[in-house]
Structure formats: C-alpha cells, structure tokens
C-alpha cells in the first residue's frame, strides 16, 4: 500500500513538473520578441487594452490585448490574454485585483 501512495505521489510531482515548464516555455514566447529573442520591458515595449470581462471559474477576469514593440529590432507583435481582476477566496469574500500589475508581473517571469 505504501508502495502504491509513493508512486501515485511522484507521478503527481512529475505532472506538476512538466505542466510548469509547459506554461514557462508557452509564457517565454509570448513575452520574448521573436526575431531576436529580446525580452519584452513592460514600461517601455508593452502597451495593452482592456477589451472584455470574462467569468472564471473562481471570480472574474480581465481580456487584455497586448502590443509589444521591441525595443532592439522593432518587431511587433499583438495578442490578447485573460488576467485576473476579481477572485473568490474560500470564505466567499472577493478580493479585487489590480490588472496592470497582473500584466507587469506577467512580463516579469
């Protein structure tokens, strides 16, 4: 029986492992301009619009269009993205997020 939860266990990590890496390497390309692998700087290449609210499964998110503009070649690219704007907590108490700082820490990662 052990046996069995240890390995169940570590299945488990490794899953969470590579869904990790999977979002990284998704995240990298989308906050990396393309033609010269330069990372996008928020106060200076990003410029986004909120588009749309969206329900979510535990609160409400935010769609943003986002327009990066590469700082070393000039490359642009747009895409849009949903960022989280209100989340329930287990107590059914909202908590109000701040969506601009979502998008920065989104291009800080």
Not at 45 to 51: A, K, L, N, P
Not at 72 to 92: M, V, W
């Amino acid at each position: 029986m052990g046996n069995i939860i240890v390995a169940v266990l570590a299945a488990a990590l490794i899953i969470g492992i590579i869904v990790f890496a999977v979002t990284k390497i998704k995240r990298g390309k989308q906050t990396k301009c393309k033609k010269c692998k330069t990372r996008y700087s928020f106060d200076t290449d990003v410029s986004y619009e909120i588009i749309g609210t969206v329900s979510a499964r535990n609160g409400t998110d935010k769609k943003a269009e986002l327009r990066c503009k590469c700082s070393k070649c000039g490359e642009e690219k747009t895409f849009i993205k949903l960022f989280p704007s209100q989340r329930i907590n287990g107590g059914d108490k909202v908590v109000n997020l701040n969506v601009e700082n979502e998008i920065r820490e989104y291009f800080k990662k």
